[in-house]
C-alpha cells in the first residue's frame, strides 16, 4: 500500500509543523493520559512514547492509575510508571521534563491526583485529543473533536513526523487498540472512511487485529463475569416512560466480587442497548468520589446533560462526569431529572 495516510484530513500542516519544531532535538519527554485509562489512553501513551524513544528522544509514560487487566499484554505497558504507586518519582520526571504530551484529554483535572504536578510542570505542553472544550495549556495541539479516537488522530502525527516507516507493528497493536475500543469496534458513527483507511494500512503492514479483540472481548475473570451479571439483575433501573435506564453499583457491591480496574466496562452500553432505551447511566462509588458514565443515542446530548448538572464533559453521545457527593444523592438527582430527559428526547424525535 502506498504512503496514502501521510496525512488525515483534520490534521492541518501547521500543526505538525509545530510539533516537529519542539521535536527538533533530543527532550526529556514525560507521555500522560487521563485518570481511569481506558484502551485509547493506553494505546496512545504506549504508541507516543515507543516513536519518541526510536526518535532519540528520553521519553517516559505516566498514567494516573492503573489500566484495565485486559490491557495488560500491551507492548511496552510493563514500562508505564503508575502515579499512585510511585507518586515521588512521577512527579519528579513530570516536575523535570523539556515537553508532555497530553494524550486523549484536553483538562488537567481528568489526570485527578496528578493534575497539580501537571499544572506545576515547567516543560511545554503538546496535546493530541478528540474530546470537546479543551482548556488552553498547551504550546502546540492536533485536537479534532470530530474524530473518532485520538489514537486514529495520533497514527496520522506519528506518520506526518515519522513517515509510515516509523509505525511499528507493536505501535499499530496499540493505536488499533484505542480505535476499536473508543468506536465500539468500529460501529459509532463518528467512524469514517478514513478511520478504516488507516485499519487497511495497519493490517497490510502487519498488524494482526484478532487477537486483540481476543485479548479485549474474549476471555474474562469469573469475579467480573459475576459482578456485571449482579450489576444487571440488582442495579438496573429502566424507566421506559423516560426513554432512560440506570445502573449503580456501592463500593461494597464491588468489594464482593473483587473488582479489579476495568471489570465495569462497557455496562453503561449494556443499558444503552434495551429496546426503547435512548439515554443511560452507570453510576460507580468508589474512592473519594461516584463516578458517572453517560450514554446516548441520536440527536440527545450526553455531554450536555454531564456539563449541565454534574460539570463532566466529552462526547456528543458519550460523557462522563464525577462528584463527591453520596451515591444516594447523585441517584436521587438522577431519577428527579428523567423528565426532563424525556422531554429532550420527545422534542428531538
Same mark, same amino acid.
Given at each position: 500500500?502506498?504512503?496514502? !495516510?501521510?496525512?488525515?484530513?483534520?490534521?492541518?500542516?501547521?500543526?505538525?509543523?509545530?510539533?516537529?519544531?519542539?521535536?527538533? +532535538?533530543?527532550? %526529556?519527554?514525560?507521555?500522560?493520559?487521563?485518570?481511569?485509562?481506558?484502551?485509547?489512553?493506553?494505546?496512545?501513551?504506549?504508541?507516543?512514547?515507543?516513536?519518541?524513544?526510536?526518535?532519540?528522544?528520553?521519553?517516559?509514560?505516566?498514567?494516573?492509575?492503573?489500566?484495565?487487566?485486559?490491557?495488560? $499484554?500491551?507492548?511496552? /505497558?510493563?514500562?508505564?510508571?503508575?502515579?499512585?504507586?510511585?507518586?515521588?518519582?512521577?512527579?519528579?520526571?513530570?516536575?523535570?521534563?523539556?515537553?508532555?504530551?497530553?494524550?486523549?484529554?484536553?483538562?488537567?483535572?481528568?489526570?485527578?491526583?496528578?493534575?497539580?504536578?501537571?499544572?506545576?510542570? &515547567?516543560?511545554? $505542553?503538546?496535546?493530541?485529543?478528540?474530546?470537546?472544550?479543551?482548556?488552553?495549556?498547551?504550546?502546540?495541539?492536533?485536537?479534532? &473533536?470530530?474524530?473518532?479516537?485520538?489514537?486514529?488522530?495520533?497514527?496520522?502525527? !506519528?506518520? @506526518?513526523?515519522?513517515?509510515?516507516?516509523?509505525?511499528? /507493528?507493536?505501535? +499499530?497493536?496499540?493505536?488499533?487498540?484505542?480505535?476499536?475500543?473508543?468506536?465500539?469496534?468500529?460501529?459509532?458513527?463518528?467512524?469514517?472512511?478514513?478511520?478504516?483507511?488507516? /485499519?487497511?494500512?495497519? !493490517? =497490510?503492514?502487519?498488524?494482526?487485529?484478532?487477537?486483540?479483540? =481476543? *485479548?479485549?472481548?474474549?476471555?474474562?475473570?469469573?469475579?467480573?463475569?459475576?459482578?456485571?451479571?449482579?450489576?444487571?439483575?440488582?442495579?438496573?433501573? /429502566?424507566?421506559?416512560?423516560?426513554?432512560?435506564?440506570?445502573?449503580?453499583?456501592? #463500593?461494597?457491591?464491588?468489594?464482593?466480587?473483587?473488582?479489579?480496574? @476495568?471489570?465495569?466496562?462497557?455496562?453503561?452500553?449494556? #443499558?444503552?442497548?434495551?429496546?426503547?432505551? *435512548?439515554?443511560?447511566?452507570?453510576?460507580?462509588?468508589?474512592?473519594?468520589?461516584?463516578?458517572? +458514565?453517560?450514554?446516548?443515542?441520536?440527536?440527545? +446530548?450526553?455531554?450536555?446533560?454531564?456539563?449541565?448538572?454534574?460539570?463532566?464533559?466529552?462526547? *456528543?453521545?458519550?460523557?462522563?462526569? #464525577?462528584?463527591?457527593?453520596?451515591?444516594?444523592?447523585?441517584?436521587?438527582?438522577? %431519577?428527579?431529572?428523567?423528565?426532563?430527559?424525556? =422531554?429532550?428526547?420527545?422534542?428531538?424525535?
Amino acid at each position: 500500500m502506498q504512503n496514502t !495516510i501521510s496525512m488525515h484530513p483534520l490534521v492541518q500542516d501547521s500543526d505538525l509543523a509545530n510539533f516537529k519544531a519542539l521535536l527538533s +532535538s533530543p527532550q %526529556r519527554i514525560v507521555v500522560t493520559s487521563h485518570r481511569s485509562p481506558d484502551g485509547d489512553a493506553v494505546g496512545c501513551a504506549l504508541a507516543m512514547c515507543a516513536f519518541l524513544v526510536a526518535e532519540g528522544h528520553d521519553a517516559v509514560a505516566i498514567l494516573p492509575d492503573a489500566p484495565d487487566e485486559a490491557l495488560a $499484554w500491551m507492548p511496552g /505497558v510493563e514500562g508505564i510508571v503508575i502515579f499512585k504507586d510511585e507518586t515521588e518519582r512521577a512527579s519528579a520526571l513530570i516536575a523535570n521534563a523539556d515537553l508532555l504530551f497530553a494524550l486523549d484529554y484536553n483538562r488537567f483535572e481528568r489526570l485527578g491526583p496528578m493534575a497539580d504536578p501537571a499544572r506545576a510542570a &515547567a516543560g511545554k $505542553w503538546l496535546l493530541v485529543d478528540h474530546h470537546e472544550g479543551p482548556d488552553n495549556f498547551q504550546v502546540a495541539q492536533v485536537h479534532a &473533536a470530530a474524530c473518532s479516537s485520538t489514537a486514529e488522530l495520533l497514527y496520522a502525527v !506519528i506518520v @506526518g513526523l515519522g513517515g509510515r516507516d516509523a509505525v511499528t /507493528v507493536d505501535m +499499530s497493536a496499540c493505536l488499533y487498540t484505542g480505535m476499536m475500543t473508543d468506536t465500539g469496534s468500529f460501529r459509532f458513527p463518528s467512524v469514517t472512511p478514513t478511520t478504516h483507511r488507516i /485499519v487497511a494500512d495497519m !493490517i =497490510e503492514s502487519g498488524l494482526q487485529h484478532a487477537p486483540i479483540h =481476543e *485479548h479485549i472481548h474474549g476471555e474474562a475473570p469469573l469475579d467480573r463475569l459475576r459482578l456485571n451479571a449482579f450489576a444487571l439483575n440488582e442495579r438496573l433501573e /429502566v424507566f421506559p416512560q423516560f426513554g432512560s435506564a440506570l445502573i449503580h453499583l456501592t #463500593a461494597a457491591d464491588m468489594d464482593r466480587f473483587n473488582h479489579r480496574p @476495568g471489570y465495569t466496562e462497557g455496562l453503561v452500553n449494556q #443499558a444503552l442497548g434495551i429496546q426503547g432505551i *435512548h439515554f443511560a447511566v452507570f453510576v460507580k462509588e468508589g474512592g473519594d468520589r461516584v463516578k458517572m +458514565s453517560f450514554r446516548s443515542i441520536g440527536e440527545f +446530548s450526553a455531554r450536555a446533560f454531564a456539563e449541565t448538572h454534574f460539570n463532566g464533559g466529552g462526547h *456528543h453521545n458519550a460523557a462522563g462526569g #464525577a462528584t463527591k457527593e453520596s451515591i444516594e444523592v447523585v441517584l436521587a438527582k438522577l %431519577r428527579g431529572l428523567l423528565p426532563e430527559v424525556a =422531554e429532550q428526547l420527545s422534542a428531538l424525535a
